[in-house]
């Protein structure tokens, strides 16, 4: 979705320093705190050794669905209007 926004990561950033770029403008700043958890339960899922619990496991999910359908949402409300 941010790709689709013209928002491409850079082979050399890392997820967090693109979320970062990608969140500055205006229209996407409302993103910055729900991507930096999701990429913070990201990271914990994937590296700690420890992991997620089912119930931080099911919030990952679900609010990683949840960004996704607001972004597309928002994506086709634009589209209507340009």
């Given at each position: 979705m941010l790709v689709e926004r013209g928002v491409a990561r850079a082979p050399n950033e890392t997820i967090a320093d693109w979320l970062g770029r990608?969140?500055?403008?205006?229209?996407?700043?409302?993103w910055r705190?729900?991507?930096?958890?999701l990429l913070r339960l990201h990271y914990r899922y994937r590296f700690d050794p420890r992991g997620l619990d089912a119930s931080e496991r099911e919030t990952l999910r679900r609010e990683?669905?949840?960004?996704?359908?607001s972004l597309t949402a928002t994506r086709r409300q634009r589209a209507r209007v340009s």
């Open positions: 990608a969140t500055e403008p205006a229209e996407l700043a409302e705190r729900p991507l930096q958890e990683a669905r949840a960004c996704l359908a």
